[in-house]
């Protein structure tokens, strides 16, 4: 196989493993913001987000094979002046890391279930971005702040989206109520 074939090949498992993994993470987010508005979540519910966050985790492990198979490519085409001088590449390294940081964080309930959604929609889309644009000409500071940029604009819209879906649930469900026990409850 000529190397042509090689870094195709990477590229297409990149963007089929990236393309996986931002579905998956939508669809998580979707299902999210649904169980907000009605104030809990039902088994199935429960069960169904499970087998998403699973298929997530093996896109996760899929994206860190197509990594790998890209830094191996241009290891032996470019040595190291690909892992050193490649603002993208340092962009998606930094984004995924936030992406892992972010799911532990998450699983543990570490993090705020208002930052974590955030982190984890817009760090996808960002590195979806980043895994299919070849070149920018930026510097690594550059690319750093528009992920900031990004991440903010990302908070203040579904921040505005998660107020408007809670806006009438104390109304719903009953001031100091459990959603989960209503929706049970009701069902």
């Given at each position: 196989m000529s190397?042509?074939?090689?870094?195709?090949?990477?590229?297409?498992?990149?963007?089929?493993?990236?393309?996986?993994?931002?579905?998956?993470?939508?669809i998580a987010m979707t299902n999210y913001f649904y169980v907000v508005s009605r104030g809990g979540t039902?088994?199935?519910?429960?069960?169904?987000?499970?087998?998403?966050?699973?298929?997530?985790?093996?896109?996760?492990?899929?994206v860190v094979a197509s990594e790998l198979t890209t830094l191996v490519y241009y290891y032996h085409i470019d040595n190291f002046i690909y892992w050193t001088?490649?603002?993208?590449?340092?962009?998606?390294?930094?984004i995924f890391s936030v992406i892992v940081i972010n799911a532990f964080a998450m699983q543990f309930r570490?993090?705020?279930?208002?930052?974590?959604?955030?982190?984890a929609g817009g760090s996808w889309y960002a590195y979806f971005f980043f895994s299919v644009w070849i070149e920018t000409e930026s510097t690594y500071g550059t690319l750093f702040l528009g992920y900031v940029a990004w991440?903010?604009?990302?908070?203040?819209?579904?921040?505005?989206?998660?107020?408007?879906?809670?806006?009438?649930?104390?109304n719903r469900i009953g001031v100091g109520a459990s959603g989960s026990a209503n929706v049970t409850a009701t069902s």
């Open positions: 190397e042509i074939e090689l870094y195709y090949l990477a590229q297409l498992f990149r963007t089929y493993t990236v393309g996986l993994c931002l579905g998956v993470s939508t039902e088994p199935a519910e429960n069960r169904m987000m499970h087998i998403v966050y699973t298929i997530l985790r093996i896109g996760m492990a899929l001088d490649n603002p993208e590449f340092l962009m998606r390294i930094t570490k993090i705020s279930m208002w930052l974590g959604p955030v982190l991440l903010t604009v990302m908070f203040v819209m579904l921040s505005s989206l998660r107020f408007y879906l809670t806006r009438n649930q104390a």
